[in-house]
């Protein structure tokens, strides 16, 4: 592995807040302009993998393969049809991954171990974590250098997050001393909703310059494009939201040259 690989991991235990469409416009952001980007799609429900055009049938190998298997890293990596960005898809066997690694020593570091010993050389590796605190998301936490947390823009937003933090705390004073929020996005914000507004202030409010200044509105774009296998970057540049999450992409360069300077 390259020591200028900087792994992210994308967590938040509530399902539906736009993790899995960050991480494919995002990692597609990231590739646009000049990133090699691996996405590693941890969800047994495997958005991530559809979202980038993989057919369950071509996904023959997958990060199961990493987790319980003997699979390198790279024997794994499929290529997806924007340039520079690739993904280790998911398989349901993922739903597996608890019960047949729980007895062993390197379990939370199954992943991390894999990335290390690839030599892969992506300058990104974006992990799509499922909606859960289990062993997957632990996996990614240890493996990652900073944890990007989606949340949407509705009145249960911070619901939840204390315990998100906690876990990163708990994965930093144990197993990996080096993770750092690196930033919560707020997503599916509209503002015509007053209550929107008010999440927004109250999320900045509690979490102050965590949050990035990037907002990734609600845009029916986005949320067509993963039935034609695209990233929304590729289905309609021009959309807000795809806009939205290309200032994402340099605002996250940005925050991980400062995290690497540090
Ligand atoms: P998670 O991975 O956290 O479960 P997803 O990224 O799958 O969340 O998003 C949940 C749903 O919301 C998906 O159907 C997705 O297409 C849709 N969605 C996500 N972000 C947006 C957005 N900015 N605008 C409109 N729909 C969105
Ligand atoms: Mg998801």
């Known amino acids: 592995m390259t020591k200028e690989t900087r792994i992210i991991t994308l967590a938040n235990q509530k399902g539906g807040v736009g993790k899995t469409t960050t991480a494919i416009n995002l990692g597609t952001a990231l590739a646009a302009i000049g990133e090699r980007v691996l996405i590693v799609d ?7 993998s559809t979202g980038l055009g993989i057919e369950r049938s071509e996904r023959v190998v997958s990060a199961y393969d990493v987790l319980v298997g003997d699979k390198q890293l790279t024997e794994t990596v499929v290529h997806t049809a924007v340039p520079d960005l690739d993904v280790v898809p998911s398989t349901m066997d993922l739903l597996g991954v608890e019960m047949e690694i729980a007895g062993s020593a390197d379990r939370v570091l199954r992943l991390r171990n894999a990335i290390r010993d690839g030599n892969h050389g992506y300058d990104y590796i974006l992990i799509d974590c499922p909606p859960s605190l289990n062993l997957l998301t632990l996996n990614a936490m240890a493996a990652a250098d900073s944890v990007l947390v989606p949340l949407q823009c509705e009145f249960f ?3 939840g997050l204390s315990q998100l933090l906690q876990t990163v705390e708990q994965v930093r004073s144990s197993i990996n001393p080096r993770l750092e929020i690196q930033g919560i996005v707020l997503t599916m914000f509209d503002g015509r909703n007053n209550l929107a507004n008010q999440v927004v202030a109250d999320v900045r409010a509690h979490m102050g310059d965590k949050v990035y200044k990037t907002i990734i509105p609600r845009n029916v774009r ?7 296998g695209k990233p929304a970057i590729l289905y309609d540049l021009k959309c807000s939201g795809s806009q939205a999450y290309l200032q994402l992409a340099s605002e996250v360069i940005r925050r991980e040259r400062q995290l690497k300077a540090a």
């Open 222 to 228: 986005i949320s067509e494009a993963p039935s034609h």
């Open 157 to 159: 937003a911070l619901e």
């Open 42 to 48: 941890l969800d047994p429900q495997g958005n991530a």
